[in-house]
């Protein structure tokens, strides 16, 4: 018993310092056209709130682009959603949605 406290109390040590780490991802996708989709993805936890941000950039053959990103805020009892999006000619769009929880 005495052998098997020892990895579990450093396990314990390391596990709390690790939890909140943010996790980004990012992939980019070439099509055969020529045209790319690049998409990132960051999320974050802390003091019970996560909070997770997704872009994305899409840029056709012909060098047009276009963006949205959405970020998306979580506590306890309540998620909260915004979208905002930029097309090929500048056009802009925006979204928000709260969702709260009462039980």
Known sequence: MKRLATPLLALAL??????????????TVTGANGGTIQRD??????????????????TGANG???????VRTTTAGSSSTTVTGTGPQGSTTYRARRIIVTR
Not at 14 to 27: D, E, F, G, I, Y
């Open 14 to 27: 390391v596990l709390p310092a690790t939890a909140p780490v943010a996790q980004a991802h990012s992939v």
């Open 41 to 58: 993805r960051d999320c974050s936890r802390s003091s019970g709130t996560a909070r997770c941000t997704v872009s994305g950039t899409a």
């Open 64 to 70: 047009q682009t276009a963006t949205r990103e959405r």
